[in-house]
């Protein structure tokens, strides 16, 4: 009986040190995935979108119900906007490229049939409707904010401005 009871605390003692060998294990595994998925991350690139012209709204056919929404405000370029948030879909000129997003359908209705949520091939874009500072702001013109998403989940831009809806 003495030898069983030594044989299983020696069971015992072997058995705990291959637990904390494997946590061990468990923790160094960790770190490694860690590393590697901090590797594989794409670097941060913020994006810097341009307004979006009278020639681009004619050109591309954006003249339709929806949002505009516009940088700032009283600035040189405060008839162009840098979004225009639809039903289906936004678009925003980064660069020389107009970028299309798809609007989700889970997310909140703007007037004019817009979303308050839009997501592309990269990023995704919120808006979100800020408090109305003795603006004037109505159901079709309110303060709001901007945010783009790069695909890491990054803030890439964000800037607040005016969102101008239309039926």
């Not at 069971?11 to 294990?25: D, P």
């Not at 941060?44 to 009278?54: D, G, N, Q, Y």
């Amino acid at each position: 009986m003495q030898k069983t009871l030594v044989i299983l605390a020696a069971l015992a003692f072997l058995a705990g040190c291959g637990k904390e060998h494997s946590a061990q294990e468990a923790a160094q595994d960790a770190r490694d995935v860690a590393m590697v998925e901090k590797m594989n991350q794409a670097p941060f690139k913020p994006t810097l979108p341009i307004a979006i012209t009278r020639d681009d709204v004619e050109r591309y056919g954006l003249d339709k119900p929806g949002c505009g929404f516009r940088k700032g405000q009283g600035t040189a370029n405060a008839e162009d906007p840098i979004f225009i948030a639809g039903k289906d879909e936004g678009f925003m000129r980064v660069g020389s490229d107009l970028k299309r997003f798809s609007a989700k359908d889970v997310s909140a209705d703007l007037p004019g049939g817009a979303r308050t949520s839009y997501v592309g091939l990269s990023s995704w874009i919120d808006i979100v409707r800020l408090p109305d500072a003795g603006t004037g702001s109505d159901d079709l013109t309110w303060p709001a904010r901007l945010i783009v998403h790069d695909a890491q989940e990054r803030v890439a831009f964000r800037a607040d401005g005016t969102m101008t809806c239309r039926s």
